[in-house]
T-cell receptor, first 117, second 112 residues
Framework: DAGVIQSPRHEVTEMGQEVTLRCKPI?????LFWYRQTMMRGLELLIY????????DSGMPEDRFSAKMPNASFSTLKIQPSEPRDSAVYFC???????????????FGSGTQLSVL | DAKTTQPPSMDCAEGRAANLPCNHS???????VYWYRQIHSQGPQYIIH???NNETNEMASLIITEDRKSSTLILPHATLRDTAVYYC?????????????FGGGTRVLVKP
């Protein structure tokens, strides 16, 4: 398996532009997570999905951020309009709970380095 | 989920065992201890997890004290590639959809 695939690897954009980050989870995984990492705040959970349905979006910073999961193999995180303070590394992760709900491992993608100028 | 306390950084010598402590004094009976690590410019990587028994896999060993208020991650023979930030997380398995909350972690530098 190729693991969790994120694109693009790097994104540089100007303030006010729309940014779309993409994620392909591991096949068969039914949970998908979006995290953001900055030096100041560390790793923060933004939103997660179960079976394509958003379960908890309490970490989404504001209305400029939106996430969708139209099918089991694809998710997007959109920022519109983008601002310099959105500059961060955005990680996507997926997992499958396992038969006993104890064997839970999150598998992370390589992340998207976003720079908003 | 219970909070954890880890030293912000530590060094260890290549080839020696690295012992990473984690304090979780408020852990509940149904909370597991998870360890992840993040190598520079990569996403976090799962290492190991346990409830109350010691655990070992190909990457590391996890020692949990009898009262479960602290644990130690052991990298038996540290290599330069083990240089990373190591996160100790406690949470209830199966709850809240596998949501993990990362703290500051321990920055481990393996030196030749």
């Amino acid at each position: 398996d190729a693991g969790v695939i994120q694109s693009p690897r790097h994104e540089v954009t100007e303030m006010g532009q729309e940014v779309t980050l993409r994620c392909k989870p591991i096949s068969g995984h039914d949970y998908l997570f979006w995290y953001r990492q900055t030096m100041m705040r560390g790793l923060e959970l933004l939103i997660y999905f179960n079976n394509n349905v958003p379960i908890d979006d309490s970490g989404m910073p504001e209305d400029r951020f939106s996430a969708k999961m139209p099918n089991a193999s694809f998710s997007t995180l959109k920022i519109q309009p983008s601002e310099p303070r959105d500059s961060a590394v955005y990680f996507c992760a997926s997992s499958s709970p396992g038969s006993l709900a104890t064997n839970e491992k999150l598998f992370f993608g390589s992340g998207t380095q976003l720079s908003v100028l | 989920d219970a909070k954890t306390t880890q030293p912000p950084s530590m060094d260890c010598a290549e080839g020696r065992a690295a012992n990473l402590p984690c304090n979780h004094s408020t852990i509940s009976g149904n909370e597991y201890v998870y360890w992840y690590r993040q190598i520079h410019s990569q996403g976090p990587q799962y290492i190991i997890h346990g409830l109350k028994n010691n655990e070992t896999n190909e990457m590391a060993s996890l020692i949990i004290t009898e009262d479960r208020k602290s644990s130690t991650l052991i990298l038996p023979h540290a290599t330069l590639r083990d240089t990373a930030v190591y996160y100790c997380i406690v949470r209830v398995a199966g709850a809240a959809g596998n949501k993990l909350t990362f703290g500051g972690g321990t920055r481990v530098l393996v030196k030749p």
